[in-house]
């Protein structure tokens, strides 16, 4: 069936390291993803997107990368700080039925040490 | 900060009751999505409202249901209460039925007793 999925659950880093969030998506017919970042107590935040037409896309501090062949997505963040402390989850536009709707993982905590 | 506001920020039911839970979309946006975010996990696709019509529904049962208001805007209802339906139910605004940037408010979190 459907899925998007993490392969980690929890991820822990020092501050000022690089920062790689990975995801799994099922459905190859999919061409629009997206990343959000949550933090506690709040709604998803966009952070960045990505379209099925590219494999590389860069943002302040963050890429995303696509890799259609494997179905694999990945959230680099550069130069991790503090206030990146959050839960990522990655998000596939997945069409049926004549309308779109957002699929999630559950979601990767990224905890982020001084 | 998003442009989309949801109301209440938090809220405590009875078993049984019935809620509405209210949206207000981001200015220019036409497509509001609901999704139910139980503690612990990614949000889950309730329905979708474009232009004031029900567009598309996921699992769950009829007891969900939703409006939307000629100015976008959209409201949950959600009838004979579980304590299962205990999350945060989070609005998402978008221009469009997909496949564009789709932007949530702060959510609702309910609380069923």
């Known amino acids: 069936g459907e899925s998007v999925g993490l392969h980690l659950p929890t991820l822990s880093v020092q501050e000022g390291d690089n920062s790689i969030i990975n995801c799994a998506y099922s459905n190859s017919a999919s061409d629009y993803f997206i990343w959000y970042k949550q933090e506690s107590g709040k709604g998803p935040q966009f952070i960045i997107d990505i379209r099925s037409n590219m494999d590389k896309r860069q943002g302040q501090r963050v890429t995303v990368l696509l890799n259609k062949t494997v179905k694999h997505l990945s959230l680099q963040i550069a130069a991790t700080q503090p206030g990146d402390s959050a839960v990522y989850f990655c998000?596939?536009?997945?069409?049926?039925?004549?309308?779109?709707?957002?699929?999630f993982g559950a979601g990767t905590r990224l905890a982020v040490h001084p | 900060e998003t442009g989309v506001t949801q109301s209440p920020t938090h809220l405590i039911k009875t078993r049984g009751q019935q809620v509405t839970l209210r949206c207000s979309s981001q200015s220019g946006h036409n497509t509001v999505s609901w999704y139910q975010q139980a503690l612990g996990q990614g949000p889950q696709f309730i329905f979708q409202?474009?232009?004031?019509?029900?567009?598309g529904r996921g699992n769950f049962p009829p007891r969900f249901s939703g409006l939307q208001f000629p100015n976008y805007s959209s409201e949950l209802n959600v009838n004979a209460l579980e304590l299962d339906d205990s999350a945060l139910y989070l609005c998402?605004?978008?221009?469009?039925?997909?496949?564009?940037?789709?932007?949530f408010g702060q959510g609702t979190r309910l609380t069923v007793v």
């Open positions: 998402a605004s978008s221009l469009g039925r997909g496949g564009t940037e789709a932007f």
């Open positions: 409202y474009y232009r004031e019509e029900e567009n």
């Open positions: 998000a596939e536009d997945s069409v049926s039925g004549g309308y779109n709707k957002l699929i």
